[in-house]
């Protein structure tokens, strides 16, 4: 008798979670379907800069970054295929480049110490991105980068704190 018992609470478990199971598909369904989020957070999207701060980091990339990652932002041309030095060309900073995968901390070191190897690029890199640490102050650089991200369009800042929520999340 009491493997009767054991059978029938194995099937009572196994139905439960079956119900389980479908009561989860059923809500991830629900959310994925009629869900919409509302504005994120203000911790996760602070308030837009300041108009004058942006002013700054646009004159500040015309002076220190236009002559190699473009007016526009362009970057150089062919940005993806090596030059004969063997080094990348500048990239472009606009949304068709990877400036925008990168978090925050990343970008204001590599334009503070240049595209340093084992840090900001893999061992042994070598990059004509020099650092502008001896050049422009930590606020400048900050004014610069604010300026290049206003620049995104809204789904790539939609991709972008999507991309960063995750990397934060995975570091837990």
Not at 45 to 68: E, K
Not at 80 to 102: F, I
Request: net charge neutral; hydrophobic share 40%.
């Amino acid at each position: 008798m009491p493997e009767v018992t054991s059978i029938a609470w194995r099937r009572t478990l196994a139905a439960a979670g079956g119900v389980a199971a479908a009561a989860a598909v059923a809500y991830s369904l629900w959310v994925v379907t009629t869900y919409v989020p509302g504005p994120t957070p203000v911790a996760v999207r602070p308030a837009p800069p300041d108009p004058a701060l942006l002013a700054r980091g646009r004159a500040l990339y015309g002076q220190q970054c236009a002559s190699c990652h473009g007016a526009k932002l362009e970057g150089q041309p062919n940005w993806r295929e090596r030059l004969p030095s063997g080094r990348m060309p500048a990239p472009p900073h606009d949304d068709s480049g990877h400036t925008w995968h990168h978090p925050d901390e990343v970008l204001f070191g590599i334009t503070k110490y240049g595209l340093v190897p084992g840090k900001y690029a893999p061992p042994k890199y070598e990059s004509d991105m020099p650092g502008f640490g001896s050049v422009l102050a930590d606020d400048e650089i900050r004014a610069v980068l604010a300026y290049v991200e206003s620049t995104w369009s809204p789904k790539v800042l939609e991709w972008r704190a999507e991309m960063l929520r995750e990397a934060a999340a995975a570091r837990r």
